[in-house]
């Protein structure tokens, strides 16, 4: 039965071998050339189960999306037969589908720009302090250890208007109440704030750490010459620690793209349509409406975008790490 | 001169003080939310629906955790199922993940390929870990659906394992890279093959990169609700993102009992990254930053 | 650091372990089921239902079943927005992880016209006529009123493909102690202006979120004022004069309606209601046991009633069973027929009530025992005579969707009423036209 056993036989194999080898007799001296031949498939064997494991996880998928994206389907969720480029086309004239394109984006810009600007604020605050500050530092990174549905059930208690603590908050210091996911640029406003909560720590974490990693003696130079505080930040510390910026703007906007799981607690997408990230637009045209064609279609069109927002990024961190 | 200096130190403390500002801020910011959630789940249903909010509980009660009835760990509730699930999915996931993803670490961290093939390979692996859910659930259910495999833990470590490993090769290679050759080539030369001297030089020396990549490993399997959503469709089979999610209702939220399961939840992630911490930052980064 | 990693795999050795222990069991049920995933043995069904209180009812006296017929039944509660995804897949794959679903009433149309369920006719069943008629009504395929699917036979006999299990139907709850039972809006608007904001702190309660919520409850505002969705020809007149009339009068109840009802849902309408602050609302049946309950503030001063209507119109409250049916593909048909039986019988039901269940037998909810207790049941049974349907089309959920956001965006002011309607109008029109319905 499957894996458990395979994974004990591994487990054995590499205790069998590394009792072994004191067995083994190897000769030295016709040691290399032998090594050199045996070693030559050795590197793709050792990548053979991961890539094929990826290989099933996403390439599989991806293929038989391709196909149904090109494939009719009837009220019923039936296929109906291939339609051409109908989908595509469909996809491409929905106001819904723009819609989502342009939430998505908006949301990540916003909430990416505000989390590095936070996270490099307060990584400055704290990168001088030594030990005392590493629990502290765990402290501060809790929310991106959650789990985003976790996190988002909580904010979705305490965002309530009538039993919410934050308009309880603001009604004790004699504010109105605010209806935080009942109005499209309140609702939105409050996805990206839960973003901005949850992630902010990692940028400030990762941004932390390039800090800790750079030499003193430009600093050093440049406080002897009376540069100000600012003037460090500005001509020393942002271009030094750039490559570690766009590490962190990179996995911050490719998780960005692909946010689902605080729009499918908070708000549904709504109120209208104001919070439907293309995540959740095409898991409601899928999953709700059986409209597995046009979902498939813009999934593809979605891909192509995500994979060239983040080559652009992936080229500008490498770049940027070729000349750090 | 002396007055100068004042001024400086004078700027020194109030930067001093606003720093310190700053920080409780974001600690009060951050935790805030952390708080609310446990005092919540320690409220009796009275107090938690009351027109004046409390900031403690003026009755502590563990009622939405132990009640017989009513409780999440009721005998007729799932929350513990839940946690069970999440724990064997993760676990066993983890381990497929380091045993699959070491041999490729090492393949592509050590061996030179011909055309810069590696460095290729590992840019392929990348792009998997771009690849948005979404675009692959869908198909996904369908395809364990033909497989017999929907609402069963096997779909679920598939899934998972073939989603972490790029995660897991970036970080495992990050960590192989700092060990010197030499080592390797030294054991090599006295007789052990190279997969030998892989298992019994290179292996031990990497292990708390082991720990760090495995914990990170739980914590994205742990916290994984999208595909538990779509493949698990029985209670009994479902993680506690999936399951968590079932509490919340058409007409009627029961906060008390959300909120303790969250809670609940929540607990081993704090563990796993207490533990991991020193090594939070590369994990977080695939490895890309030392931390 | 060896320490822990040597006790971490330690813990993983042993959770390994037990996972597979607990994997092989569902690998051999998986093999006695095909390709079935649920459960396994045929004295053992997997029910998918809605989590919440209309269900928490039954689900308490399982243990009975279970115990008289030594047929396990594993309950999956799923919360209504995921429910009807779930059990779509996994009926559309032929998954099979399900012997008995719960439907809610839209639903069938997609689920029984699919050809997804089974017609209980098959498995030799009648559905007795002491259910209400219009759960009745909801429970068969093809639809015994209003327009057909295009190009299906007109003739065809609707059959049964479930069993009307919970009798929801919209009903007025209002303060009692207040105002007078209203019978027309008009009533409703004069009460509201007497006691909003003096002696209760708001008047109507509206569910106002975006979808389904919206949607629901402006429904009975739409039929009352003598409009509808569809003519005989599935044409669309949901922006007729009299729909227009109906949405500006529910909107411009705003005024005395809490803040955030734009965002509002059923869990929201109730929590106001039985805090004593709103003086009535369209409310679910499954609140009135919350309403009723030892220790509410509001005990005894609720009156149930049937939703109003417009002068000169019908009342027209919506009806919103929960059907219990059985997947087409199931291989336990008989022990889920079983299950729904007894489920659905008289005793069942009756005990169901004790518990906050909706029951939807006429029998249960004119009887003189029950009713003395739960002085609610008579404001079902009279909602369910009353009551109508959801177009009967599989497009329901995309409807329901344009019409909820739109309704839901003159809920939020982006919209007026009219531009409301006409754009939800204009898209169902799309959608209809796109499917084929005007050929």
């Known amino acids: 039965m499957g894996n458990q056993d395979n994974l004990a036989q591994q487990f054995d194999m590499e205790r069998y071998e590394g009792k072994g080898s004191k067995n083994v007799k190897s000769p030295k001296n016709n040691q290399k050339p032998a090594k050199i031949n045996s070693e030559k498939n050795l590197p793709y064997l050792l990548l053979l189960p991961t890539l094929t494991l990826l290989a099933i996880v996403t390439i599989f998928p991806i293929i038989y999306s391709l196909v149904v994206s090109f494939s009719g389907y009837d009220t019923f969720g039936n296929s109906i037969g291939f339609t051409g480029i109908d989908n595509y086309s469909n996809v491409l004239t929905n106001g819904d589908f723009w819609n989502a394109i342009y939430v998505t984006l908006l949301f990540t810009m916003l909430s990416v720009s505000i989390e590095i600007t936070l996270g490099f604020t307060l990584a400055n605050m704290v990168s001088k302090d030594g030990k005392a500050m590493q629990y502290l530092r765990w402290l501060l990174i809790i929310p991106m250890m959650l789990s985003p549905l976790v996190v988002a059930v909580v904010f979705r208690l305490m965002l309530n208007t009538d039993m919410g603590i934050i308009n309880y908050l603001l009604q004790s210091i004699g504010l109105p109440k605010i209806n935080f996911l009942g109005e499209a640029s309140l609702a939105f406003a409050s996805l990206v704030f839960v973003d901005i909560w949850q992630w902010m720590p990692m940028c400030f974490l990762i941004i932390l750490a390039g800090l800790q990693a750079l030499p003193r003696d430009p600093f050093e130079a440049a406080a002897i010459d009376g540069a100000t505080k600012f003037q460090i930040i500005r001509f020393i510390t942002i271009p030094m620690l750039k490559p570690i910026i766009i590490v962190a703007l990179v996995i911050r906007t490719m998780d960005a793209l692909r946010t689902f799981d605080q729009v499918f607690v908070l708000t549904q997408g709504g109120p209208g349509t104001s919070t439907e990230t293309i995540s959740y637009l095409m898991y409601r045209s899928a999953m709700k409406f059986t409209d597995f064609g046009f979902a498939s279609a813009g999934l593809f069109i979605v891909l192509i975008i995500t994979i060239v927002i983040s080559t652009l990024l992936i080229r500008m961190m490498n770049t940027s790490q070729a000349k750090g | 001169m002396s007055k100068f200096k004042n001024t400086v130190a004078r700027g020194e403390l109030g930067s001093t003080i606003f720093r310190y500002v700053f920080l409780v801020g974001s600690i009060l910011f951050v935790l805030f939310p952390l708080y609310w959630m446990v005092i919540t789940s320690l409220k009796t249903e009275g107090e938690l629906f009351a027109k004046a909010q409390t900031f403690f509980p003026k009755e502590l009660t563990w009622e939405h955790y132990f009640d017989p009835v009513n409780g999440i760990f009721a005998s007729g509730s799932a929350f513990p199922q839940f946690f069970i699930n999440s724990m064997i999915v993760s676990f066993v996931s983890m381990i497929l993940c380091l045993v699959i993803g070491a041999y490729a670490a090492y393949s592509l961290a050590r061996f030179k390929m011909k055309n810069n093939r590696s460095e290729k390979i590992s840019f392929l692996i990348l792009t998997a870990r771009m690849l948005p859910p979404i675009v692959v659930v869908i198909p996904m259910y369908l395809i364990m659906q033909q497989l017999g495999l929907i609402n069963t833990h096997w779909a679920m470590l598939i899934v998972y394992t073939g989603f972490n490993l790029p995660f897991v090769v970036w970080m495992l290679k990050a960590f192989f890279e700092e060990i010197p050759e030499e080592l390797e080539e030294s054991a090599m030369i006295d007789g052990a093959s190279r997969m030998k001297s892989f298992h019994i030089i290179v292996l031990p020396l990497v292990l708390p990169g082991f720990v760090a990549t495995s914990i990170f490993t739980l914590i994205l399997t742990w916290n994984e609700f999208m595909f538990a959503m779509f493949l698990l469709n029985s209670t009994n089979m479902m993680t506690l993102p999936a399951g968590i999610s079932t509490f919340i209702t058409q007409y009627e939220t029961n906060w008390g009992a959300l909120t303790a399961a969250a809670t609940i939840s929540i607990i081993p992630v704090l563990i796993f990254s207490f533990i991991a911490q020193k090594h939070l930052v590369r994990g977080m980064t695939m490895g890309a930053v030392k931390g | ?422 754009k939800a109008a204009a898209e169902i029109e799309k959608l209809m036209e796109d499917n084929g319905y005007y050929k």
């Open chain 3, 1 to 422: 650091m060896k320490k822990i990693f040597a006790l971490l795999v330690l813990a993983l050795l042993i959770i390994a372990g037990c996972s597979s222990n607990s994997s092989s069991d569902s690998g051999s049920s998986n093999s006695s089921g095909g390709s079935d995933s649920g459960s396994g043995s045929a004295d053992e069904i997997s029910v998918a239902m809605v989590a919440g209180t209309e269900t928490a009812a039954i689900k308490q006296l399982v243990p009975q079943f279970e115990e008289e017929t030594g047929i396990k039944v594993n309950l999956n509660e799923f919360n209504y927005d995921t429910l009807y995804e779930r059990i779509y897949n996994d009926l559309r794959s032929n998954g099979g992880a399900y012997d008995v679903v719960f439907a809610d009433d839209p639903w069938m149309p997609m689920f029984a016209g699919g050809g997804f369920l089974t017609p209980l006719d098959e498995l030799g069943f009648e559905v007795e006529d002491d259910f209400a008629e219009t759960s009745r009504k909801v429970s068969m395929w093809p639809a015994p009123e209003g327009p057909r699917l295009p190009g299906s036979d007109p003739n065809e006999e609707p059959r049964f493909y479930g069993v009307p299990s919970v009798g929801n139907v919209q009903m007025l709850f209002y303060r009692k102690d207040l105002m007078e039972e209203p019978e027309t809006w008009a009533d409703v608007e004069n009460a509201i202006k007497e006691h909003a904001g003096k002696d209760i702190e708001y008047g109507f309660i509206h569910r106002g979120a975006r979808g389904n919520g919206i949607a629901t409850n402006f429904n009975a505002f739409l039929w009352s004022h003598g409009a509808d969705f569809f003519d005989e020809d599935w044409n669309v007149t949901v922006n007729s004069p009299e729909a227009i009339e109906a949405l500006e009068f529910y909107l411009s109840m705003r005024d005395t309606a809490p803040d955030g009802v734009a965002n509002y849902n059923a869990d929201e309408i109730g929590r106001v209601m039985v805090q004593g602050e709103g003086l009535l609302s369209i409310v679910w049946p499954s609140w009135a046991p919350e309403m009723e309950k030892e220790g509410s503030s509001v005990k005894g001063k609720i009156g149930y009633t049937l939703v109003p209507k417009a002068e000169g119109n019908d009342h027209a409250p919506m009806i919103g069973n929960w059907i219990m049916a059985i997947p087409e593909v199931s291989e336990k048909k008989e022990a889920a027929l079983q299950f729904i039986e007894w489920a659905n019988s008289k005793e069942i039901q009756k005990e169901a009530v004790l518990n906050g269940g909706v029951p939807t037998r006429t029998s249960v909810l004119t009887d003189p025992e029950l009713l003395e207790e739960y002085p609610y049941l008579d404001a079902i049974a009279e909602g369910l005579n009353n009551a109508n349907f959801r177009p009967r089309t599989p497009l329901y959920s995309q409807i329901e969707s344009i019409y909820g956001t739109a309704l839901n965006q003159a809920m939020t002011d982006d919209l007026t009423a009219k531009e409301a309607l006409d």
